[in-house]
């Protein structure tokens, strides 16, 4: 599998529980943090649920 780079650029203040926590599912819990993770089918499910808070990169 390959890797991406998830980067939170907005906050989850104000958006629906099931996205915070998706955020938190996904390791992040401060702007501008990154985590690197596999790119499975339930990650990549989780980042399209909160596309909108997130930044995307494929580690190479």
Request: proline content about 3%; glycine content about 4%.
């Amino acid at each position: 599998m390959s890797k991406i780079k998830v980067t939170q650029i907005k906050s989850g203040i104000d958006r629906p529980e099931f996205q915070k926590r998706t955020l938190i599912a996904l390791g992040l819990r401060k702007l501008h943090k990154s985590v690197e993770v596999e790119a499975t089918p339930a990650i990549l499910g989780m980042v399209r649920t909160v596309s909108h808070l997130v930044k995307v990169e494929e580690v190479k």
